[in-house]
């Protein structure tokens, strides 16, 4: 009897360890280590699920009333102090391990890197991401509604990331990572991961904010470290390389917060005008130039407007040279080259 019922113990066991092992494996050292509780949670539950059924079933089918049977009450012979403590006993002790374990593992994904091999920080607003690569000094951004952000990290390697929202509550989520992290206005949020296995995934935001939340998404590619190094020299390259032709007046047209050029080009010697026409209804943009994506230096800053409405802007006399201009509303993903030529 007591060997019987250590099988069905066992087959109980090995069926929650084959249907945990059914669940989405985490691509990332922190994932994956989700997903192990995930599987632990699964194989304890499993059991105490067919107990707690099992003893239900058998309730209903033994004490169901019968055809000519007695009608009396059943007598009650639970309620016991013997009872009342097994019954808060085997709880107590099941929510204590897994506190214990859950805390443990919500210890080792929350733990910053110390020695990051890449250092992000990712701004979101409506609808759009910008990544920006702090140690290898540039960006990649998308355009709403028409261009998902593609970005690349090493496999193997630890990525820091700070998280930022430039208007409303977003959220950063990899379904592959099996981790999500909420981007809060003001209130930054850091956390650390590292992937593990080479290949493209899908993210997106997972907090509601606005009309066009749906088109809130990114593609994350896992690579080698020496397609990483090929692409980040490529990446730099692409963004030295922006290059137009004075062609006119410059104007600048701003449609579903992204503007319709990314490169503007004006004769030196003299002052010159940008017109800007915000098409965006009930959204704020601005026109301001910089010497580099990194801001040190500004040369013009305009204010900002609420459209739909345009505005013209007189800038003075620019040296020759390369100048980078956006909406700081919304950053990078509303940017391009100012080409003085």
């Excluded at 920080?121 to 960006?139: A, H, K, M, P, V």
């Excluded at 004075?246 to 010159?272: E, H, M, R």
Aim: glycine share 8%; net charge positive; aromatic share 12%.
């Amino acid at each position: 009897m007591v060997a019987s019922r250590v099988a069905r113990v066992g087959v109980v066991v090995l069926a929650a360890a084959a249907l945990a092992g059914c669940a989405k494996q985490g691509a990332t050292m922190q994932g994956q280590e989700i997903h192990d509780l995930y599987v632990l949670v699964i194989i304890l539950a499993l059991p105490v699920f067919v107990g707690v059924e099992g003893a239900l079933l058998w309730c209903v089918l033994r004490y169901r009333r019968r055809r000519g049977g007695d009608d009396r009450p059943v007598p009650q012979g639970v309620g016991g102090p013997r009872t009342l403590a097994v019954f808060f006993a085997i709880p107590t002790v099941i929510v204590t391990f897994f506190f214990l374990y859950g805390e443990r593992t919500l210890a080792d994904v929350q733990r910053p890197e110390p020695n990051p091999a890449v250092e992000l920080r990712i701004d979101s607003f409506q609808w759009q991401w910008t990544f920006y690569y702090l140690n290898e000094g540039f960006f990649v951004t998308g355009r709403t509604l028409t261009k998902e952000p593609v970005i690349e990290l090493p496999v193997g390697a630890p990525v820091h990331v700070r998280l930022e929202a430039r208007d409303v509550v977003h959220e950063f989520y990899v379904p592959d990572f099996l981790f999500m992290r909420n981007a809060l206005p003001g209130r930054p949020n850091e956390f650390s991961f590292t992937p593990t296995q080479i290949g493209t995934f899908r993210g997106q935001c997972a907090e509601f904010c606005g009309l066009h939340h749906d088109q809130m998404r990114f593609v994350l590619k896992v690579v080698s470290q020496a397609d990483y190094v090929a692409w980040v020299d490529q990446a730099r390259k692409a963004a030295q390389h922006v290059d137009c032709n004075p062609s006119g007046p410059l104007k600048l047209v701003s449609k579903d917060n992204s503007w319709n050029t990314g490169c503007l080009a004006v004769a030196a010697g003299g002052p010159f005008p940008v017109a800007v026409s915000n098409l965006d209804a009930g959204i704020e943009h601005n026109f301001a130039v910089y010497d580099s994506a990194k801001r040190k230096r500004t040369f013009f800053q305009s204010p900002r407007f609420v459209g739909v409405a345009e505005r013209t802007f007189q800038l003075r006399p620019l040296p020759k040279g390369r100048y980078y201009f956006q909406c700081d509303v919304h950053g990078p993903a509303m940017s391009g080259a100012l080409v003085v030529k």
